[in-house]
C-alpha cells in the first residue's frame, strides 16, 4: 500500500498512533510511559485484530467439544486461551518483525515500526520475546499433557512463517497453519486427543485464514512487488475476489462437516450460516485498488468469527440445560 505522506515532520509519525492500521488511542496507551510504546507496537497491542482472529479458533474449537459432550464451553479454558493469545501472538509478531526489519523498511505501511524506524534495538527485541515466550508457555502448562504437547509442534509453523514470502506465492497458507492451529488447541485441551471433528474445524480456520489474510494483503501488494515479497494477493491478481471466495466457500463446507460431525444442533447451524454470510459480504466489497477498504474487511472477520462461536456456544449451554 502507499500511504499519502503526512505534512509533519517525520519525528512525528513516530509516535505509537502513527501505524497506518492502529486502532485509535485509548486510555490505557495514553497512561503507558513513552519509553514502552515501542513494545506495544511489537506485540501489536496497538492492534488487537491479530489476537483476536488467533483466539476464535481456540473458542470455536473448546465449544465444539462442548458440543460434542453436551455441554457449555469450558469457561476456564476460554479465559486462559484470551491470555496465551495476547501473548503469542505478540511474541509471533515480534519473531517477524526481527526477522523481516530490512524488509519492512520498504514498505512504506511497516518502516515505521519499531525496529525498522530504530525506535527499538534487536537485543530488546529479542528479550521482549522471551518474556512473551515465557507468559505464554505458564498458559499451556495449564492444560493437559495432551495439549501441551499439540501445541509444542505449532512452533515449527510459527517459526517458518516468516520466511515463507520469499520463497512462495502462498505465504498466507503458512499462516493458516500457525493461526489455526487453536482448532486443535481448543479440542484436544478439552477432550485429551484429537479426532475427525478437531482436524474439520482446523480447515475451517485454515481456509478462513487464507482469505481474510489475502485481503489483508491487498493493502502492500503495490510496495510487496518492489520489495520482492510475494503473497496470494499478488498472485490472484484481478483474480483476488475469486480466489478469497473459493477459501471463504472452503471454510464454510470444512465447518459444516465438523458441525455434522458432532450431531450440531440448530443453533450451531444459525452460527455457521451466519458466519458464511458475513464471508459472503465481504467478498461482494473486495476491491484490489481500495487498501482503506481492505484494512476494514480484514478487521470484519473478528465479527464473523464471533458469530460461529456464539452458535457453537450457545448451542452447547443449551444442550447443558437440557440434560440437566
Known amino acids: 500500500m502507499i500511504v499519502e505522506k503526512s505534512s509533519r515532520p517525520e519525528s512525528s509519525r513516530t509516535n505509537l498512533h502513527a501505524l497506518p492500521d492502529a486502532i485509535p488511542p485509548n486510555a490505557l496507551m ?53 491470555i496465551g493469545a495476547i501473548a ?59 495439549a501441551i504437547g499439540t501445541g ?15 520463497y512462495t506465492f502462498w505465504p498466507q497458507a503458512v499462516l493458516g497453519l500457525a493461526f489455526a492451529w487453536g482448532g486443535l488447541m481448543g479440542w484436544a485441551s478439552a477432550m485429551g486427543s484429537l479426532s475427525a471433528p478437531a482436524f474439520l474445524i482446523y480447515a475451517c480456520a485454515i481456509f478462513w485464514t487464507i482469505g481474510y489474510d489475502t485481503i489483508y494483503a491487498l493493502q502492500d501488494a503495490r510496495d510487496d512487488a518492489i520489495a520482492g515479497v510475494r503473497s496470494t494477493a499478488r498472485l490472484f491478481g484481478d483474480n483476488v475476489r475469486a480466489g478469497v471466495g473459493a477459501f471463504y466457500v472452503a471454510a464454510v463446507l470444512a465447518g459444516a462437516l465438523a458441525l455434522y460431525a458432532v450431531g450440531a444442533g440448530a443453533l450451531s447451524w444459525l452460527g455457521l450460516a451466519g458466519f458464511g454470510a458475513h464471508l459472503a459480504w465481504q467478498v461482494t466489497r473486495i476491491s484490489k485498488d481500495d487498501p482503506a477498504s481492505a484494512l476494514m474487511l480484514f478487521r470484519a472477520n473478528r465479527n464473523a468469527g464471533l458469530i460461529l462461536f456464539a452458535g457453537l456456544a450457545l448451542d452447547g449451554l443449551a444442550l447443558s440445560l437440557f440434560h440437566s
Open 30 to 82: 495514553r497512561l503507558l510511559p513513552p519509553a514502552w510504546l515501542p513494545f506495544v507496537q511489537l506485540a501489536r497491542i496497538d492492534r488487537p485484530i491479530g489476537w483476536q482472529l488467533l483466539l476464535l479458533p481456540c473458542w470455536w474449537s473448546d465449544a465444539l467439544a462442548g458440543v460434542a459432550q453436551g455441554r457449555a464451553p469450558y469457561w476456564s479454558h476460554l479465559a486462559l486461551f484470551l
Open 88 to 146: 503469542m501472538r505478540g511474541a509471533g509478531s515480534t519473531w517477524n518483525d526481527l526477522v523481516d526489519r530490512e524488509i519492512d523498511a520498504k514498505v512504506e505501511r511497516t518502516k515505521y515500526r519499531p525496529l525498522p524506524s530504530g525506535r527499538a534495538t534487536p537485543h530488546a527485541a529479542k528479550i521482549f520475546l522471551i518474556a512473551l515466550s515465557l507468559v505464554g508457555a505458564a498458559v499451556l502448562l495449564s492444560f493437559n499433557a495432551f
Open 152 to 166: 509444542l509442534a505449532s512452533l515449527l509453523v510459527v517459526a517458518a512463517y516468516p520466511f515463507a514470502k520469499r
